[in-house]
């Protein structure tokens, strides 16, 4: 191998055209140069492979391999290896996709002047080098902007926290009486407060979406209460602003598989950015129902009789950082991370969020997946005799002697119990169900067993015994007690598809759970 | 009866004197220390009803006094909560798993410090004057 001199992979079927470029290497100086050529790109790849190639020239028309999936299969074996296409005359289109998939340039064959080769090599070379470099500088900037954006939202919660304290003890009136004129500005700057709060909020999640670490805790949820909730959050807001915020509740929703938490921060970011942008005696409407298309879904939807968005935009909006430009609204409009957040958590619980807009108004729908016994315990029933098999409903209650615990300390230690218990199930015989809305003093779980009694039997006690090892959770003072019931086996029948089995089982179970529930309901008043 | 005491652990005086005007005023006594040493001595010297801790602390942080007091005979069953700037599933695991009652994300709303600390003391405070709040909670979506 010559020293300095560039290597050049060709990787050519056709000899003529292989001839007419080799011939335009050799009037090159002799060492400026080195050329291997190929005929396959399977033998591409291995040359690829083995390093050592500082530019691929290839044909896009390989025997073994067609157009761009020739490109992508050479920028797999070597992606930090610069690339030029050849192509056909009539195959420009094909050309410039090739370098959306990563080629620097293309030439078309039969149109390549002698001294336009070498150059066109090095320009590549050249671009290919600047494009690595910016990509570099590009991903170091990203990871110093989050860990910068992590640092500073921390660091501002400090003086918020100042702010806040203060402004409220004037409020509150703890230090001394303040006049209306007073206290109509303190409001004033509460309300800022409370704004600057959401922002640093909305960096912070951001940020975590950006590392990965959003969680969402899927559970049966009520979307109505989310719903009823928000709309009487946002109530006040709405009232300053003179927009009429209501609900539309349709009668007797499923529930949702979803996190109600979740939830509720979708709601606010959508309601109060409807409110954001309607005028003046404008309106917004909440509204959750079933999915036409899908039953399997139900779509919530927000309504603004606002100014609308352009059609173009209907996508856009969803992008981070992304702000509508000059909407002829005055006033602030926050960092425009809102429905990137939306779209992130609606995307994590399986539904899917868009928006349709005319200049009456826009409406943001999402949709979230309704929670299906019936779905939940279908894997159960396939390759099983049933209903000759027996089932059980068994329900373990973890609860704290006073029941006074903070939300936190009691969603931490739910999660522990949570996943002990999947420990302890067969995930072939029992489902563990999510959880079904709050309990009483503790937590109740369920799990659907196939079993006999002896079965559940073995299944509590593993759980007692598992339950006793968790010792931080008995020094706080936690019991864990289970109880079961068996459901009445049905009469076989005969020919029956299993989705009919699965609604059929679940119906009986969930008549169950409910006779559990309204039992403890009476028993802890 | 006598007021509760509260130990405010928390090195910014200015949130420091906010968080104990709030809480004065709602029937607790209230003693200050602002670092890890000063804690565990004002924690001797008072004997609080309960602790309410920054993590972010200078010449060591939070955690640090939550192991130093819980190795204490005598303070161990202080309860604690935790209010601070660091968030994090991270953070607030290692806290809870540290025998801490609560963990509260600053800027923490009024009502909800208000709800908290009842609860861990296991009973509610005389509030010298009927102390309303300014605002109906907002509940804080907590990460």
Excluded at chain 1, 473 to 490: D, R, V
Excluded at chain 2, 95 to 116: M, W, Y
Aim: proline share 5%; net charge negative; glycine share 6%.
């Amino acid at each position: 191998m010559k020293e300095n001199a560039l290597q050049v992979l060709l990787v050519e079927d056709n000899a003529g055209d292989a001839r007419l470029l080799r011939e335009m290497f050799s009037k090159e100086k002799p060492d400026s140069f080195e050329l291997t050529h190929l005929l396959r790109m399977s033998e591409a790849a291995v040359h690829l492979a083995k390093g050592g190639v500082d530019i691929v020239l290839l044909d896009m028309g390989l025997p073994d391999g067609h157009g761009l999936d020739t490109v992508r299969r050479a920028r797999a074996a070597a992606p930090k290896v610069p690339m030029i296409v050849l192509t056909g005359l009539d195959d420009e289109a094909l050309a410039a996709e090739a370098m959306k998939e990563g080629a620097q340039d293309y030439l078309i064959k039969g149109q390549i002047e002698n001294r336009a080769l070498p150059r066109a090599l090095r320009h590549a070379i050249e671009r290919h080098r600047m494009q690595t470099e910016t990509d570099l500088i590009l991903t170091h900037q990203m990871q110093f902007k989050d860990e910068f954006l992590s640092h500073v939202s921390h660091e501002l919660r400090s003086p918020m926290t100042a702010i806040y304290q203060f402004v409220t003890i004037l409020l509150d009136k703890l230090a001394g009486e303040i006049n209306p004129e007073q206290h109509e500005y303190l409001e004033i700057v509460l309300r800022n407060v409370k704004q600057l709060q959401s922002m640093i909020n909305d960096l912070v999640e951001v940020t975590r979406v950006q590392e990965g670490k959003l969680t969402v805790d899927l559970q049966c949820t009520s979307v109505s209460d989310a719903i009823s909730y928000t709309v009487g959050t946002l109530q006040g807001a709405a009232k300053g602003k003179g927009v009429a915020l209501s609900l539309e509740s349709s009668p007797a929703l499923p529930l949702t598989y979803a996190d109600p938490t979740r939830i509720r921060q979708i709601l606010i970011i959508l309601v109060d950015n409807a409110i954001k942008f309607t005028p003046e005696n404008g309106s917004v409407k909440v509204q959750a129902r079933m999915l036409n298309e899908d039953p399997r879904f139900m779509v919530v939807e927000i309504s603004d009789s606002g100014c609308g968005i352009s059609p173009d935009m209907t996508e856009r909006i969803f992008e981070r950082l992304y702000q509508v430009p000059e909407n002829g609204q005055a006033g602030r409009k926050g960092l425009g991370l809102g429905l990137y957040i939306c779209k992130e958590l609606v995307t994590r619980q399986a539904g899917r969020i868009w928006v349709t807009s005319s200049p009456q108004g826009s409406i943001f729908s999402f949709t979230l997946p309704v929670f299906s016994l019936a779905h939940a315990i279908s894997p159960l029933l396939k390759n099983r005799e049933w209903p000759s098999d027996s089932v059980a409903l068994v329900t373990v209650e973890v609860s704290s002697p006073d029941g006074l615990l903070s939300k936190e300390t009691r969603e931490e230690w739910s999660r522990e119990v949570r996943n002990l218990l999947e420990r302890c199930v067969i995930p072939d015989l029992d489902v563990l169900l999510p959880k079904m809305g709050p309990g009483g003093r503790g937590e109740l779980f369920q799990i659907v067993a196939f079993a006999h009694e002896k079965g559940v039997a073995v299944l509590t006690k593993r759980i007692r015994e598992q339950f006793q090892r968790l010792n931080h959770l008995k020094e706080s003072g936690l019991t864990c007690s289970t109880s079961y019931k068996l459901l009445e086996p049905a009469q076989p029948k005969a020919d029956v598809p299993i989705e009919d089995l699965a609604n059929e089982m679940a119906a009986r179970i969930e008549n169950l759970i409910k006779s559990e529930r309204s039992g403890r309901t009476v028993s802890h008043g | 009866m006598a007021n509760k005491k509260i130990l405010i652990v928390e090195d910014d005086p200015d949130v420091r004197q906010g968080l104990s005007l709030r809480l004065r005023a709602n029937g607790y006594d209230i003693f200050f220390a602002g670092d890890v040493v000063a804690s565990l001595i004002e924690a001797r010297k008072h004997q609080p009803d309960l602790i309410i801790l920054d993590l972010g602390l200078p010449a060591g942080d939070g955690f640090l006094v939550i192991e130093r007091l819980k190795a204490v005979e005598a303070l161990a069953a202080i309860p604690i909560i935790v209010v601070s700037a660091r968030a994090g599933v991270a953070n607030q695991e290692r806290a809870l798993a540290a025998g801490v009652k609560a963990f509260l994300q600053k800027p923490v709303d009024n009502g909800e410090l208000l709800a908290v600390i009842q609860n861990a003391l296991g009973a509610p405070a005389q509030p010298k004057e009927p102390a309303q709040l300014s605002q109906p909670n907002r509940r804080r979506v907590l990460l």
